[in-house]
């Protein structure tokens, strides 16, 4: 069975301390890994795509890694504003276009 | 440019009755998917509509269906509720079917 897992569920940081978040996956048939942001009761926002191990992504304090079994989101000294839920999805080899998700990493960042 | 818009934002609902929800996609994108996100829990694949066709379904009962208009903006139906369909539902469009996805704010339906 498809499946992804990410840890921790729950993460608390200082302002300015470093850390990464995990998500791991069993598939058969991966094509592409996502990464998306989501803030309480608003839909999720999109972060990076990744499609092969070794691939890197960076935005601001992010930086997404991809192996062949999981991938990281890495934050550099995180700010309060990067509170938020992040959530890992991988798109699967089917004829359509099928994101399966994680269930988050929920994430607190206090100043 | 205008990103993915939902409505209604929330919704109460009878245990039995039907609902529409309605979802506008970003401009120029031809894709459409939704999705179920109970409280907790990442988004849950409930079905693609692609060119107004439906292009794959998650492991959603027939009570949820759906449609595309011309204009690539979309319905979700859902019949009979049950008390479980309380969610926030997420419609989501890309500009093809091998582009990444972008999310609107949902709609919270909560069936009492």
């Known amino acids: 069975e498809d499946q992804v897992t990410q840890s921790p569920e729950a993460l608390r940081l200082q302002e300015g301390e470093s850390s990464s978040l995990n998500c791991s996956y069993t598939?058969?048939?991966?094509?592409?890994l996502f990464w998306y942001r989501q803030d309480p009761g608003k839909g999720p926002e999109f972060l990076f795509t990744?499609?092969?191990a070794g691939e890197e992504k960076e935005k601001e304090r992010l930086k997404a890694t991809l192996t062949k079994k999981e991938s990281f989101l890495h934050i550099t000294a995180p700010k309060p504003e990067d509170s938020a839920t992040y959530l890992c999805?991988?798109?699967?080899?089917?004829?359509?276009?099928?994101?399966?998700f994680g269930t988050g990493t929920r994430l607190l960042v206090s100043p | 440019e205008t990103g993915v818009t939902q409505s209604p934002t929330h919704l109460i609902k009878t245990r039995g009755q039907q609902v529409t929800l309605r979802c506008s996609s970003q401009s120029g994108h031809n894709t459409v998917s939704w999705y179920q996100q109970a409280l907790g829990q990442g988004p849950q694949f409930i079905f693609q509509?692609?060119?107004?066709?439906?292009?794959g379904r998650g492991n959603f009962p027939p009570r949820f269906s759906g449609l595309q208009f011309p204009n690539y903006s979309s319905e979700l139906n859902v019949n009979a509720l049950e008390l479980d369909d309380s969610a926030l539902y997420l419609c989501?469009?890309?500009?093809?079917?091998?582009?990444?996805?972008?999310f609107g704010p949902g709609t919270r339906l909560t069936v009492t």
């Open positions: 598939v058969s048939g991966l094509r592409g």
């Open positions: 989501a469009s890309s500009l093809e079917l091998e582009y990444e996805q972008y």
């Open positions: 999805a991988v798109r699967l080899n089917t004829g359509f276009q099928k994101l399966v």
């Open positions: 990744l499609y092969s």
């Open positions: 509509y692609y060119r107004e066709e439906e292009n």
